[in-house]
């Protein structure tokens, strides 16, 4: 799969042995940045990266702040996103099986590299659930986002 990895300073670290893992999954991985661990705005970093997911550019983004919720709270401003929060595999597993995210975001203040390279693993190998209840559930997320996200065709960049 095509993955983009943003985030922000906090993130800088656990970002680069998530790439390093991804690459050694086989999978081809483009850092959007930051490029060190000084201070930056999330926002300049997961904005672009989100709308290279939104567009079909990447397969999936990978966002890592100090606490994920930040980059979330961006990525799911835009419609075709479907940001989530992980913290451990179980939720990285329910996170793909329930709800079929295309983003994942990590907080690098508050896990390890093992546990976050363990969720990363799930999260990249695991296959959405095909069960009706999930289907309509998921399908009633997308219409709440129609309603409410603009499609970016009616941007203007
Ligand atoms: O976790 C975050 C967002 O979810 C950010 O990484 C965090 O807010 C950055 O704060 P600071 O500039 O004080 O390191």
Known sequence: MKIILAGDHAGYELKKEIAAQLTAMGHTVKDAGPFSGDSVDLSDFVYPASLAVAKHEYDRGIFIDGVGY??????????????????????????????NSNVLCLGGKIIGSAIAAEIVKTWMTTDPLTEEKYLRRNNKVKEISKRHLRSLDEIKF
């Open 70 to 99: 930040g980059s979330a709270l961006i990525a799911n401003r835009i419609l075709g996103i479907d940001a989530v929060v992980c913290q451990d595999p179980f939720c990285a597993k329910l996170a793909r099986q329930h709800t």
